[in-house]
DNA sequence: ATGTCAGTCAACGACTGA
């Protein structure tokens, strides 16, 4: 079973390329973020003809989440229950696999944009509120997952010059307390449970040839709880995408299951 | 400080967000 995410930085542009990483990379459940499109103009009819199906939360111009998979999507959520936040960050949904019920979860965190922005604050904020909804979905789904584009960094070795990056946004020390919290709900990032490249990155600024010279971080991230960690047999940053022509500037990140 | 995309608005070049 392989789920990924991939934030497409605009499904309208990247939709030719999402259909052909589809076909390639043939995963089971993806978590698409930066749709940036409006709810009803979701290209479903593609999407289906790929032989998905799709569950997704659209925001014009901004934001919006889907998430595609081969079989059915139940228990749909739709931005972080009781929340009023008008920006569409998060979509979950329950699926019947061989493991029994299965908890995806889709989320694409705020950028915070600085560490003297207003965003920055409302960042750390969303993680809180984040933090506190997962913690009864994961009394309820064993099985759970939570993928996404979380716009940090856990680590120095995540970001391919630590010191230039030293208390910026992404890699600030309470953005990476609020991963550490999530974390700590039981939660393990499939990535470092294996052996991997150094320099492993997901996104590269489209600037100043970021990609060409490795210039990147990572911030897309596959965690799981403790029954599908223990099942989990790899985790890689799929590069071949943000090597096209007119590329997201982020890279898919898969994890396999043994279902 | 900078640079590069994508989207909007409104009218093709400004702006915002990332």
Redesign the pocket.
Known sequence: MKLATWNV??????LPQVLEWLSIAEPDFVGLQ?L???QDKFPLDAIQAAGYQAVWLGQ????GVAILSKIPAQDVVLNIPGDDDPQKRLIAATFDTPLGPFRFVNVYC????SLDSE?YPYKLAWFDRLTKWLSDELKTYSNLAIVGDY?IAPADEDVHDPKRWKDQVLVSEPEREAFRRLLGLGLTDSFRQFDQPEKSFSWW????NAYKRNAGLRIDHVLLSKPLADRCHGCVVDRAPRENE????HAPVVATITV
């Open positions: 930085n605009s499904l309208k542009v990247r930066e940036k499109l409006d014009k111009t901004y934001n705020p950028n915070g944009q965003k716009n600024d489209y600037r100043l007119q590329p997201s500037d």
